[in-house]
């Protein structure tokens, strides 16, 4: 069964940084092409980030220059280092398999002081 | 950026009667492979995310034959044939042809 188990997020302060962590199991995760996907509250879905398996990544420009999009194949985990966090990154933050096939439950990041 | 203009943002239905959901693009979604990478999202209440169409007409495993996506290019549609109970939540398109993927703006989906 594929599983994706985010982990990282909390309450942090405007300016500061927050790194996330996206466990997968179920599957042979090097191959497979990875992305983070947002939710404000109340809000509709964002697309963040994506990082094939080969290791080409693509930013939306909201977070471009901020976010820092990785992930080891040796541990099937993804990470994203959020830093220069604004209020307008509060969110819910979820990593997806390949174009969404599959979801973790999400992590939420509070930024607020 | 590719625009995915949803409607209706609501759509009360009575349990048992089709329902049918618009999502059009600011540019057409045929990649330069000939594949059209357009995918509809199911979100229930208080839960995460679930592919059910993708490539426009292609239902993931488990979905409900219900449960049906078409459309071409610029234009296209999610159709649930007969609605049940356990449909109601917000439904997105999201592109997947152009950087950055865009989704929809959401369609709530809510019994009468």
């Known amino acids: 069964e594929v599983q994706l188990v985010e982990s990282g997020g909390g309450l942090v302060q405007p300016g500061g940084s927050l790194r996330l962590s996206c466990a997968a199991s179920g599957f042979t995760f090097s191959p497979y092409s990875m992305n983070w996907v947002r939710q404000a509250p109340g809000k509709g879905l964002e697309w963040i980030s994506y990082?094939?398996?080969?290791?080409?990544?693509y930013y939306a420009d909201s977070v471009k220059g901020r976010f820092t999009l990785s992930r080891d194949n040796a541990k099937n985990s993804l990470y994203l280092q959020m830093n220069s966090l604004r209020d307008e990154d509060t969110a819910v933050y979820y990593c997806a398999r390949s174009q969404g096939q599959y979801w973790g439950q999400g992590t939420l990041v509070t930024v607020s002081s | 950026d590719v625009v995915m203009t949803q409607s209706p943002l609501s759509l009360p239905v009575t349990p048992g009667q089709p329902a049918s959901i618009s999502c059009r693009s600011s540019?057409?979604?045929?990649?330069?492979?000939?594949?059209?990478?357009l995918n509809w999202f199911q979100q229930r209440p208080g839960q995460s995310p679930r592919r059910l169409i993708y490539?426009?007409?292609n239902r993931e495993s488990g979905v409900p034959d219900r449960f049906s996506g078409s459309g071409s290019g610029t234009d296209f549609t999610l159709k649930i044939s007969r609605v049940e109970a356990e449909d109601v939540g917000v439904y997105y398109c999201?592109?997947?042809?152009?950087?950055?993927?865009?989704f929809g703006q959401g369609t709530k989906v809510e019994i009468k």
């Open positions: 490539k426009v007409s």
């Open positions: 999201m592109q997947s042809t152009h950087w950055p993927w865009t």
């Open positions: 540019q057409s979604l045929v990649y330069s492979d000939g594949n059209t990478y």
């Open positions: 990082i094939s398996g080969s290791g080409s990544i």
